[in-house]
């Protein structure tokens, strides 16, 4: 059984820089793109974007000037960085299992992070 | 960028109901890249079906999709109590993900 587990900074002031970590348990990591995704409170998903085992990234544009993803293939491990950070990047941060060779869903997801932006 | 729009927003129904969801494409879309999610209060989103009608491992008949071009459905053919959540339709295209606003549905 696939397992994700996610932890990073739960609080952040202003201009200062988001850090996420995914780490993958059980399946494959190889070949498969794996996703962060964020909420926030009281609101719907939007999607940060994706990067697979050999480094390739697919970011949302409307984010793409301020994230960065990264892999660490040897740990089953993947990052997420987003600066500078403001009050409207506060949202619970799910990171996920998405496409690979035809099958497009997000399949397995971390149990969430929750990311508060306050001076 | 693909827009996807859901209806309703909120749907109040009562247990042993059918409730049918729409999600509309601002344009066509392979059913190859629709899928559905559920989304239960303080949970992680769970998927429930992908390419428009295929049901995710674990999930019940009771949840079907249909639907292809633009006009895509969820149907849940009898509520249960813990049916009663907020779901997301979503779109992979031109290596972006997107979802639509959801739809919650709510005990009447």
């Known amino acids: 059984q696939v397992q994700l587990q996610q932890w990073g900074a739960g609080l952040l002031k202003p201009s200062e820089t988001l850090s996420l970590t995914c780490a993958v348990y059980?399946?494959?990591?190889?070949?498969?793109?794996w996703s962060w995704i964020r909420q926030p409170p009281g609101k719907g998903l939007e999607w940060i974007g994706e990067?697979?085992?050999?480094?390739?990234?697919n970011y949302n544009p409307s984010l793409k000037s301020r994230v960065t993803i990264s892999v660490d293939t040897s740990k089953k491990q993947f990052f997420l960085k987003v600066r500078p950070v403001t009050a409207a990047d506060t949202a619970v941060y799910y990171c996920?299992?998405?496409?690979?060779?035809?099958?497009?869903?997000?399949?397995?997801w971390g149990q969430g992070a929750l990311v508060t932006v306050s001076s | 960028e693909i827009v996807l729009t859901q209806s309703p927003g909120t749907l109040s129904l009562s247990p042993g109901e059918r409730a049918t969801l729409s999600c509309r494409a601002s344009?066509?879309?392979?059913?190859?890249?629709l899928a559905w999610y559920q989304q239960i209060p303080g949970q992680a989103p769970r998927l429930l079906i992908y390419?428009?009608?295929r049901r995710a491992t674990g999930i019940p008949d009771r949840f079907s999709g249909s639907g292809s071009g633009t006009d895509f459905t969820l149907t849940i053919s009898r509520l249960e109590a813990e049916d009663f959540a907020v779901y997301y339709c979503?779109?992979?295209?031109?290596?972006?993900?997107?979802f639509g606003q959801g739809t919650k549905l709510e005990i009447k």
């Open positions: 996920a299992r998405g496409r690979i060779d035809g099958y497009y869903p997000l399949d397995f």
């Open positions: 059980g399946g494959s990591f190889s070949g498969y793109y």
């Open positions: 990067i697979n085992h050999s480094g390739s990234t």
């Open positions: 344009q066509s879309v392979s059913s190859s890249y």
């Open positions: 390419g428009a009608s």
């Open positions: 979503q779109h992979y295209g031109s290596s972006l993900y997107t």
